[in-house]
């Protein structure tokens, strides 16, 4: 029977164009698993983290990225991991940036590109990626004091 677990967090860094949100993507690199392929950020919550310790740790090290505002996407990315018999439960969650913020990335990954919704599900592999895309582009690319509900930070 499969395991069930939570100790994994999807962020997805985000920052508001003229033309709506984009999304930022990084390039793994070809020799690490799952190479070649664009991606948001998952990472493992390790030790005594919180979801959002994970996010924020995970952000800073992928991107240099030190600053946001923190905001719940209010979904869970699952899927499951066949090599360990194992569905994992992810929160979403979403840091937005300023519009000209400068990305440094880390040694995992060796390209990163700002992405409308459209580009952005055309790069991703997965379709719980795809999916929370289209679900944070509707639910706060529009603004508003609606997406204070979600803000976490």
Request: aromatic share 8%; glycine share 8%; charged share 20%.
């Amino acid at each position: 029977m499969p395991t069930v677990v939570a100790n994994s967090v999807d962020a997805y860094l985000v920052r508001r164009q003229p033309g709506g949100l984009q999304f930022l993507l990084l390039l793994r690199k070809p020799d690490l698993p799952l190479g070649q392929t664009w991606q948001p950020i998952h990472t493992q919550v390790t030790g005594r983290e919180t979801a959002m310790d994970a996010a924020k740790r995970a952000i800073r090290t992928r991107t240099g990225i030190h600053q946001g505002t923190y905001s719940s996407a209010d979904i869970i990315h699952q899927f499951y991991d066949h090599l360990s018999d194992t569905v994992v439960l992810a929160p979403v969650l979403v840091c937005e940036v300023g519009p000209r913020v400068p990305v440094v990335l880390d040694d995992e990954h060796f390209d990163s590109a700002w992405c409308d919704r459209e580009e952005a599900t055309a790069r991703l592999l997965w379709a719980g990626q795809r999916s929370a895309v289209r679900h944070i582009d509707d639910l706060l690319g529009p603004g508003g004091p609606d997406t204070d509900f979600y803000r976490i930070s």
